[in-house]
């Protein structure tokens, strides 16, 4: 046990402890409106924590090096998996999203395991391409392939996970090596992509005014922020109390998901809110660490994979806090470790069991 | 192999730079939030999940004398169907096009059924449709219904009181509603307990000094009093001597006070300010014994039976010749009352005429009571001065009259009566006891061979004293064929000693003096609370 690198291990386990509580805390209404019974999100979230620990389990007893010599059929699998949300039966919709497969148990949302996919896929690439990574041809390849991941995923429709998926493949590139011209490039194209999917889609064009000004639309379409920001002003300093938040009271929708973040300052306040950004700081650290620690020993994909990881789990919170507080628009972001969903959780949880290996096998090796 | 790989890379370095500014961006952004917009924040949360309530204090009660309701509010429920409801829901039978359906479903909010029993109400809470809503309304319900309405009045849908008692009590009934702040979520339901801003005060209820048993009486007799003798409308009141309380106060035209679309009828017993008439010949004939002007046995010349005063004629009915002051209330001579009140200084006259009350306030609370007036001018010419000794020249409402009786009633002393159970009834001695007797006497008198032989009862002693008066014409002057036929009588039944006085407003032009219309509805009161007593 003293093998299992618990500067990463113990800040998860925090966060996946305080995410219970607070999915327990903020989907009681929810629950009791939607099912009669209040903790139904709850003890379904018991047991997605229990597969993200199974899921640990199994990658400890995976040799990292089996990534990076089938990543192209991970994501193969993933890209197919992202498929078979089209199709008819098995798809999944919600509010005019694709974007789950039904699993009958549960909703199963591919998306999530891509961000997994790809980095495995772009680290493995790195690590195999390194020196053509600099020509356009060598950078070119994974883009292609990001850029099917992505329409499929823009398909569903869901623009908050493409943007996850490309921010992490080009940070990944980037750090890994593309020239500065190219990460421009790269830039500027998907800005331009991402504009053209806002103002095409009238709907993201009211996120996105209604975020300017959320109480303008108060009633309307600036609801949701509206009573986001509510919940973090109410919550002053130290909160109003464990429990008791009273935009949780259908108020504010997706209390226990994306807008989780919100339920915590409203309850804990400013103090609770900085408390969860140390820990996840202190998680990315560790990852970074352990990224050092790797390039260190020459272990180039698993020194790319922990740095992939940490960033995308940096972009992502700060992602879904800064929609949480008003900072960014709206979008269907989770907050990892925190949020009620399945896959979110059990996708974060293998990528914890993954580095944990990697930490591992780096301590076997000295 | 890149041997740059490292996260002291410029590249490294670059990435962490920009998490540093937006994690630093997060910071302030919920800094900001949470000290310098949380008031904004806070008030608008406020306005989404709470709300002030009212809450509702039923207003008290009004009852008889011996605790039986008068007027007393209670809940009633409303059943609505709210917009959407399905036409297979709804669960009574209903009928009238009021109710609009578009595609079997309700267009606005609409009432279904109007106060639900208690078995109703438990029958559609059971339902738990969301659609349906049922509505607490206060309904004040007054169970006498035209009897007390003139003197009880009636309060508002809002629970104001609108007329009589209601009106001027209405703040001692109404109490204070509290107020609360609820909390509710965005299906408007609790979710927490609420907040109790201001405790409501509940008003105090008001027991009166009526019977409604006496009351009843009195209402009964005078219907049909008014439509045997075909009059327009009329007034009772009974006093009860001893307590100095009013005992029941009828009036007609009367109105359902629990009819919404109720007509107001105003209170004669104390909004009717009357010429008297000669109603008043006892009290001249009292004010003259005790002033030593007249006795009871003197003789007045009413010889010939007409009397010429100012250049005005004063007619009896017939040449009465030589008779006692007596003889002059029991026969109602004009004349002769005109005699015995010019024997007393004019001011003499009216100042014992306002001491019996006259032009006086009542203790009694109403809203626009009258108190009546006096002609008191200071050259007054004779034949004013005669005229007050048989009832013109002031006015007085019965129930100002029934209490300047009372005082014949009372050995001579004035009680001022009050209709609330518990008021001080104020007294003071006017008469000596024996110039008492002798004007009873007279009263006596008016019953056993007088104007008023109508008014006996086989059941009581009776005293009394008819009138008949000229109503004042639109036009001015007096209307010749407008009367208001009245009689004032005292008599000890059931234990009780009772002042009843009973009017009549403009009856049928073939019986229309206070002896032949008035007298036998007092009679007839006598003789049903003589039953009563049984």
Known sequence: MDRVNVSIAFPVFLLVCFGLLMVFSASVFVAENLTTQPFYFGYKHIIFILLGILSIIITSFIPSDFYARFDWLILIGSILLLCTVFLPGIGYEVNGSRRWINLIFFKLQPSELAKLALIIYVCGYCLRRNQELASTAGFLRPLILLSVISTLVMAQPDLGTTLILCLIAVVILFFAGISVFQFIMLTITMLGLAASAIFLAPWRIARLTSFIDPFQTFMDSGWQLSNALIGSGRGELFGVGLGASIQKNLYLPEPHTDFIFSIIVEELGMVGGIILIIIFGALVYALLKESSNCFGLGRYFQGLFCFGVGILISIQTMFNIGVNIGLLPTKGLTLPFISYGGASLITFMTMIGITLRISFENNNKT | ?534
Not at chain 2, 58 to 76: E, H, V, W
Not at chain 2, 332 to 358: P, R, Y
Not at chain 2, 416 to 442: A, H
Not at chain 2, 478 to 487: Q, V
């Open chain 2, 1 to 534: 192999m890149a041997k740059s790989l490292e996260l002291k890379s410029w590249r490294a370095l670059i990435v962490f730079f920009l998490f540093i500014i937006f994690l630093m961006l997060i910071l302030f952004r919920m800094a900001y939030l949470a000290f310098i917009q949380d008031d904004f924040l806070n008030n608008k949360g406020k306005d989404l999940t709470e709300g002030l309530r009212p809450i509702k204090i039923l207003r008290a009660s009004i009852y008889d004398r011996n605790m039986i309701p008068l007027a007393t509010t209670i809940n009633q429920y409303d059943l609505y169907g709210l917009k959407g409801l399905e036409k297979d829901d709804i669960p009574f039978v209903i009928s009238g096009n009021s109710i609009k359906f578009v595609e079997n479903k309700l267009t606005k909010k609409s009432l279904i059924k109007k106060d639900l029993s208690l078995e109703e109400l438990e029958k559609i809470k059971k339902l738990r449709n969301n659609y349906l809503e049922i509505e607490e309304v206060e309904s004040r319900i007054y169970p006498f219904g035209e009897q007390f309405s003139n003197m009880v009045g009636f309060a508002g849908k809002d629970g104001k009181g609108l007329e009589g008692i209601e009106l001027i009590y209405d703040e001692v009934l109404s109490g204070e509603d509290g107020l609360k702040r609820i909390y509710k979520n965005r299906n408007q339901e609790p979710f927490k307990k609420p907040e109790i801003l201001r405790e409501p005060y509940k008003g105090e209820d008001i027991v009166l000094t009526l019977d409604k048993d006496y009351q009843f009486i009195a209402f009964k007799n005078l219907i049909e009093g008014i439509k045997k003798f075909e009059a327009k409308g009329g007034s009772v009141v009974i006093l009860d001597n001893k307590l100095g309380e009013v005992l029941a106060a009828a009036s007609f035209p009367a109105y359902n006070p629990n009819n919404p679309n109720r007509k107001i009828q105003r209170n004669r017993v104390l909004l009717d300010a009357f010429e008297p008439g000669s109603i008043m010949k006892p009290f001249a004939y009292a004010l003259a014994l005790a002033n030593n002007t007249i006795e009871a046995n003197s003789k007045i010349d009413t010889d010939p039976g007409s009397l010429i005063l100012n250049g005005r004629k004063i007619v009896d009915p017939k040449n009465y010749q030589s008779i006692t002051a007596r003889e002059v209330i029991a026969k109602s001579s004009q004349v002769g009352a005109s005699i015995i009140s010019l024997s007393l200084e004019g001011n003499t006259l009216i100042e014992g005429l306002k001491s019996f009350g006259f032009s006086k306030a009542l203790s009694i609370d109403f809203p626009s009571i009258n108190f009546g007036s006096i002609n008191q001018r200071e050259n007054i010419s004779k034949h004013e001065i005669a005229s007050l000794g048989f009832g013109y020249g002031l006015t007085a409402s019965p129930i100002q009259i029934a209490r300047a009786f009372s005082v014949f009633a009372n050995d001579g002393i004035l009680k001022d009566f009050v209709i609330i159970k518990g008021d001080y009834v104020y007294e003071t001695r006017l008469l000596e006891s024996s110039i008492n007797q002798e004007v009873m006497k007279s009263l006596e008198l008016v019953v056993e061979e007088g104007t008023g032989v109508l008014a006996r009862s086989q059941f009581a002693k009776v005293a009394g004293k008819t009138g008949t008066t000229h109503k004042v014409s639109s036009s001015g002057g007096y209307d010749d064929s407008s009367y208001i036929g009245s009689f004032a009588g005292i008599t000890e039944i059931a234990n009780r000693s009772l002042t009843i006085f009973v009017t009549l407003d403009e009856p049928g032009l073939n019986r229309y003096s206070g002896g032949t219309i008035a007298a036998p509805v007092f009679s007839e009161i006598v003789d049903d609370i003589y039953h009563l007593s049984l």
